[in-house]
């Protein structure tokens, strides 16, 4: 899509002029307070998920915290970018400059631009672009920058911005002598380390288990939205100007969707009821509005200014968004460790209730992660969800065994399936149609063995749900493990009934 010309026929002066007498309106922002900033010595920095675990009891509270690395590159991200990937290109969005009314006829739509950038030509139009606002922003402290941000979304002017955005790669330099290049912050090997529940993906997920870069310029913007499956988030700012960053709570994620649901989007344009209904509409990440209206509807937030060198964490289930301040370049991917468990539990639920399409085998991982460890190292919030798990899966089982349905075992070691109705991920058992081939996971109501079709379902199960018991019996719960025994012989049931 071209620019359109009235960004590139703007005048600084005229912009000074519209907002003289008004930063009075943007006073708000002072209200935020700055979310923790940590500093690790190299002692401390040497593995990243035990120092998160330190810090985590306090920097979680507040949804996001910063990370000031003590190792500094040696090789640019520029000089990465330009000599260590060879022909590095990358496409834009095109992000308007305004606050749309969020009815059936003006919501959030970011473009695709129709050029490819190398790093030097998005710099020269990130130049143009700061030289249209004011060249004197550049040099200005963030604070001032973020008032002129606001101001410019809610003049409703049809100016845009461009944004490199989820562009595959990475700009930590492959040098050996580059220390953080090697170190174990580097974001492509986070997903190899011990403790990441991302160690036992067969699969690569660009974003998800890779990182993708972003290359901003003043005021390109990412939307307020959370992480797929409440993941955890790190990124790293490789160089350019600061990045503003909006953090909410975890505990206050549900409070966020119901102001956004109440005070934001039109009915129109829901398409669930309650707090759903505008999880939906935030997940097209779009959605640009003012912290203030969360502010003044009781909402927490708290406030990151990232400058190069500097890592930024956002926690399970934290909804963000943010802005450049000028041309940067950094860096994210997501990430995952035993205490997000509880998380992926809750997003699982509500992905089946959406019918939204998984992109991670949350069970398998979980399953996984638990039987490599004695039960007295995982956490009681971690065997809670393992125990849920158990629980829900003997349930439905039995009713499954009344209905009189044949069970029997994968004949190989597949991965996880994906139910066909509800798009959840199946791992330890579901149910199949040899005649249409159709995958269902355990959790709907079921009034007979008989597919759609005509023909009998039968019920998969993994071999390696007989390790459940095991799990199950070293969490020494009496009244689940007996609950479980009782899988074990409803298997030995529907098994008999197949043969």
């Given at each position: 899509m071209a620019r359109p010309r009235t960004v590139r026929n703007r005048s600084p002066v005229s912009n000074q002029e519209s907002y003289k007498f008004k930063f009075s309106d943007v006073d708000w922002t002072h209200k935020i307070s700055d979310c923790p900033a940590y500093y690790p010595t190299l002692q401390e920095f040497d593995d990243p998920f035990i120092y998160l675990q330190k810090i985590a009891p306090e920097a979680s509270q507040f949804g996001i915290c910063k990370i000031i690395s003590p190792v500094k590159a040696s090789v640019?991200?520029?000089d990465v970018l330009?000599?260590?990937?060879?022909?590095?290109?990358?496409?834009t969005y095109i992000q308007p400059l305004r606050l749309p009314k969020w009815n059936a006829n003006d919501t959030g739509v970011f473009f695709s631009g129709e050029r490819k950038h190398t790093y030097d030509t998005f710099e020269s139009?990130?130049?143009?672009?700061?030289?249209?606002?004011?060249?004197?922003?550049?040099?200005?402290?963030?604070?001032?920058?973020?008032?002129?941000?606001?101001?410019?979304?809610?003049?409703?002017?049809?100016?845009?911005?461009?944004?490199?955005?989820?562009?595959?790669?990475?700009?930590?330099?492959?040098?050996?002598?580059?220390?953080?290049g090697k170190c174990k912050w580097h974001l492509k090997t986070l997903r190899g380390l011990p403790q990441s529940i991302f160690r036992f993906l067969e699969h690569i997920i660009p974003g998800i288990t890779d990182p993708m870069l972003y290359i901003g310029m003043l005021f390109s913007m990412f939307a307020w939205h959370v992480e797929d499956h409440y993941l955890?988030?790190?990124?790293?700012?490789?160089?350019?100007?600061?990045?503003?960053?909006?953090?909410?709570?975890?505990?206050?994620?549900?409070?966020?969707?119901?102001?956004?649901?109440?005070?934001?989007?039109?009915?129109?344009?829901?398409?669930?009821?309650?707090?759903?209904?505008?999880?939906?509409?935030?997940?097209?990440?779009?959605?640009?509005?003012?912290?203030?209206?969360?502010?003044?509807?009781?909402v927490s937030v708290y406030k990151a200014v990232q400058k190069p060198g500097e890592f930024v964490i956002t926690f399970p289930r934290v909804y963000h968004a943010g802005f450049s301040n000028g041309f940067n370049c950094g860096e994210a991917v997501n990430f995952a460790i035993r205490?997000?468990?509880?998380?992926?539990?809750?997003?699982?639920?509500?992905?089946?209730?959406?019918?939204?399409?998984?992109?991670?085998?949350?069970?398998?991982?979980?399953?996984?992660?638990v039987s490599e460890h004695e039960a007295t190292d995982i956490p009681s919030s971690v065997k809670a969800t393992v125990l849920h798990q158990i629980r829900s899966l003997n349930n439905a089982l039995f009713c499954l065994n009344n209905l009189k349905m044949p069970f029997d075992y994968l004949q190989n070691s597949q991965g996880s399936f994906v139910c066909d109705l509800c798009k959840r991920d199946c791992y330890l058992a579901f149910t199949d149609c040899k005649s249409c081939q159709r995958y269902t996971c355990l959790f709907h109501e079921f009034k007979s063995r008989h597919c759609s079709c005509g023909y009998n379902?039968?019920?998969?199960?993994?071999k390696d749900?007989?390790?459940?018991?095991?799990?199950?019996?070293?969490?020494?719960?009496?009244?689940?493990?007996?609950?479980?025994?009782?899988?074990?012989s409803c298997i030995g049931e529907g098994l008999a009934r197949n043969s």
């Open positions: 640019s991200a520029a330009k000599k260590e990937i060879k022909g590095f290109e990358f496409g139009e990130a130049i143009k672009m700061l030289k249209r606002q004011s060249p004197r922003l550049g040099d200005l402290p963030p604070s001032y920058v973020e008032k002129k941000f606001w101001l410019e979304m809610t003049h409703g002017r049809k100016g845009t911005v461009e944004y490199g955005v989820n562009i595959e790669g990475s700009a930590f330099s492959s040098d050996p002598n580059d220390q953080l955890y988030s790190i990124n790293y700012h490789h160089s350019g100007a600061p990045k503003t960053w909006y953090g909410v709570p975890g505990h206050h994620a549900l409070q966020f969707e119901k102001v956004a649901g109440n005070h934001v989007y039109s009915r129109d344009i829901l398409s669930a009821a309650g707090e759903d209904g505008a999880f939906e509409v935030i997940a097209e990440k779009t959605s640009i509005f003012p912290p203030k209206i969360l502010l003044d509807n009781g205490d997000w468990f509880p998380f992926g539990e809750e997003a699982g639920k509500r992905y089946a209730r959406l019918r939204k399409m998984v992109i991670l085998p949350y069970q398998e991982l979980l399953f996984k992660e379902r039968v019920v998969l199960l993994r749900i007989k390790e459940v018991e095991v799990v199950a019996k070293q969490f020494e719960e009496a009244e689940i493990i007996s609950r479980h025994l009782n899988i074990i």
